[in-house]
C-alpha cells in the first residue's frame, strides 16, 4: 500500500507523521512544492522510528510527481492557511489554483488513487477535485467533519468531565464557522442523550464553541491548527487501507441525499477500501434539515465563485 501527502507544511506533516507511527502503508511519499521541506519532514519523522518502533518507508520530494506513481490514497493538505481575523472561505482564489493543479499531477502518475482533500475552504474544493478530475464520486473525499466532531467530543468531555473516547458526536454539513451542523441532539455518552445531562444554555454554548473551534485555535497560534486536522486526516486514511467501514461525517458529492444535488458537503458515510461506499440518512428535524439547507447554500455560493477564478 502506498500513500503519498501532498503538501509538507503544518497539516501534511503531521498527517504523515500519524500514517508512519501507525504503519499504515509500506510506502509513504511527501510531496512539496517548497525545494527541501518534504524531504527534511520526511527524515525527521524517519529519525524517530528507531525511538518510537515503526518500519513505514517514507520519502520527501519536491515537485517531481514521478516519485508518488502509483498512489492507492493520496491527501491533499497543499495551500496557504488562515490567518487571524480570516474567514476559510476567503482563501478560495489562493487555493483553488493549487487544488486543481495538484489532483491533475496526481493523476497523471495515480490514476486509482483515492483522493482526500483537506486544503481550505474544503468542501468547494473537495468539489473542484472530483468535477475537474471526473473521478468516481467515492473516490474524492473531504475531511472537516471528523475535525469537528473531535473538536464536538472535547467541548463536551470538558463539560461533562467525561472522556472523550466514551462520547459520540458528530457534525455534519460545511467545513466553515457559520455553516457546520453540531448535531447536540444526537450526541450521547455511551448512550446517555448529551440532551438530558446538560441544560439548553449548556448545550448551546458548546455547539457555539464547537463551531469556532477553527478560528480560536488560529486567534492562539496565528495560523490554523495541525496536530488534531493530521491525526483527523490520518485517521480517514486508516479508515481506507484497513477497509475499516467506519461511519465518519465526510464531505461527499450528494446526488439527492438530504435532498441536495450536485455539492459536496459533510454528511456520515462508511469508509473502506474503496473510498466512501454509503451515505447514511439521518432523520433530521425540521429545523435540523433548514440548518443544513442554509448550510448547502452557504456553500454552493462559494463553488460558484469558482467559475470566476
Ligand atoms: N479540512 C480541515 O479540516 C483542515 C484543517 C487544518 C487545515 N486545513 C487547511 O489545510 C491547508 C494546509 O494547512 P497548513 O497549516 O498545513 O499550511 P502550511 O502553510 O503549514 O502548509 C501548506 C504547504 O503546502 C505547500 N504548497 C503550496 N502550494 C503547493 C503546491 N502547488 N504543491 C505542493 N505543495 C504546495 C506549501 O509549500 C506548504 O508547505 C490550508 O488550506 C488549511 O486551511 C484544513
Ligand atoms: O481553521 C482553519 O482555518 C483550519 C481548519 O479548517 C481547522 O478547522 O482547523
Known amino acids: 500500500m502506498k500513500v503519498t501527502v501532498v503538501g509538507a507544511g503544518a497539516v501534511g506533516a503531521t498527517c504523515a507523521n500519524n500514517i508512519a507511527r501507525k504503519e499504515l502503508c509500506d510506502e509513504l511519499v511527501l510531496i512539496d512544492i517548497k525545494e527541501g521541506i518534504a524531504e527534511g519532514k520526511a527524515q525527521d519523522i524517519l529519525q524517530s522510528a528507531a525511538l518510537l518502533g515503526f518500519d513505514t518507508r517514507i520519502t520527501g520530494c519536491s515537485r517531481d510527481y514521478a516519485h508518488t506513481a502509483g498512489s492507492d490514497v493520496v491527501v491533499i493538505t497543499s495551500g496557504l492557511p488562515r490567518k487571524p481575523g480570516m474567514t476559510r472561505e476567503e482563501l478560495i482564489g489562493a487555493n483553488a489554483g493549487i487544488v486543481k493543479e495538484v489532483t491533475q499531477q496526481i493523476l497523471r502518475y495515480s490514476p486509482d488513487a483515492i483522493l482526500i482533500i483537506i486544503s481550505n ?79 439548553p444554555e449548556q448545550q448551546q454554548q458548546i455547539v457555539n464553541a464547537t463551531m469556532v473551534g477553527g478560528a480560536t485555535l488560529t486567534k492562539l497560534l496565528g495560523t490554523s491548527a495541525w496536530y488534531a486536522p493530521g491525526a483527523a486526516a490520518a485517521a480517514v486514511v486508516e479508515a481506507i487501507v484497513r477497509d475499516e467501514k467506519k461511519l465518519m461525517p465526510c464531505s461527499v458529492l450528494l446526488e439527492g441525499e438530504y435532498g441536495l444535488n450536485d455539492i459536496c458537503l459533510g454528511v456520515p458515510v462508511t469508509i473502506g477500501r474503496n473510498g466512501w461506499e454509503n451515505i447514511i440518512t439521518y432523520q433530521l428535524n425540521e429545523t435540523e434539515q433548514a440548518m443544513l439547507h442554509q448550510s448547502a447554500d452557504a456553500v454552493r455560493s462559494m463553488n460558484d465563485v469558482l467559475k470566476n477564478i
Open 121 to 199: 475552504p474544503m468542501d468547494t474544493m473537495t468539489y473542484l477535485a472530483w468535477q475537474s478530475s471526473g473521478l468516481p464520486k467515492q473516490r474524492v473525499i473531504g475531511m472537516g467533519g471528523v475535525l469537528d466532531s473531535a473538536r464536538f467530543k472535547y467541548q463536551l468531555s470538558k463539560q461533562l468531565g467525561a472522556s472523550a473516547a466514551d462520547l459520540n458526536a458528530v457534525v455534519i454539513g460545511g467545513h466553515g464557522d457559520t455553516t457546520m451542523l453540531p448535531l447536540i441532539r444526537y450526541a450521547n455518552w455511551n448512550s446517555v442523550p448529551v440532551t438530558a445531562l446538560l441544560t
